[in-house]
């Protein structure tokens, strides 16, 4: 499977809940690890300049998500305020902005305007998104909210289409193909 392919495999299991009883059947932190393992293979393959520190907040996220998923975690962020659950959400949206931001870096490399720009854009929304809730919640804007909201939305919408769209290019971390060995008679 191609990295960027895995990163949305594991983005849509995070995203997906199928319950039983009080359990997640798609376990988050296991999405998470998935991306982080993608990541990982993306950095192997096509080198990524802040690998330790998208794997440190990848991590952190893994962590997060795996406090949210025990139904005891779970009730713990529903019952919290409102900074404490954004605190929860924020390894996650720094994650995936600098995985954006390393995205673009490398099809920049590469000469390709398109995906630099659009993975750049992914980036800030993550980030507005992240900073958003110290405005909202800190500084009473709340009219931000739904804003900040869509904005967060649309990112992770975003980041999925763009790993389909351009998982398969070179500077994704996709292997070059190897010729076949020509036998001779």
Same mark, same amino acid.
């Given at each position: ?54 794997? *440190? ?19 713990? %962020?529903?019952? %919290? ?25 490398? #099809?920049? *490399? ?21 900073? #958003? ?53």
């Amino acid at each position: 499977m191609r990295p960027l392919h895995l990163f949305a495999f594991g983005l849509v299991v995070v995203a997906l809940e199928l319950r039983l009883g009080e359990w997640d059947l798609m376990p988050g932190p296991l999405g998470w690890l998935l991306t982080l393992l993608a990541v990982r293979l993306v950095a192997r393959r096509a080198g990524l300049e802040r690998a330790g520190l998208v794997t *440190a907040l990848g991590l952190a996220t893994v962590a997060a998500a795996a406090l949210t998923w025990v139904p005891a975690g779970a009730e713990w %962020a529903e019952d %919290a305020e409102e900074a404490v659950r954004w605190a929860v959400g924020l390894p996650a949206m720094a994650y995936c902005g600098l995985v954006c931001l390393e995205l673009s870096r490398l #099809a920049r *490399a590469d000469s390709y305007r398109t995906p630099t720009t659009l993975l750049q854009w992914t980036g800030i929304g993550f980030f507005a998104s992240a900073v #958003a809730p110290v405005l909202v919640i800190g500084g009473g804007l709340t009219w931000l909210e739904t804003p900040a909201v869509a904005v967060n939305a649309l990112a992770q919408l975003a980041l999925f289409v763009l790993c389909l769209v351009y998982g398969g290019r070179a500077w994704a971390g996709v292997p070059e193909p190897t010729p076949p060995d020509v036998v001779s008679p």
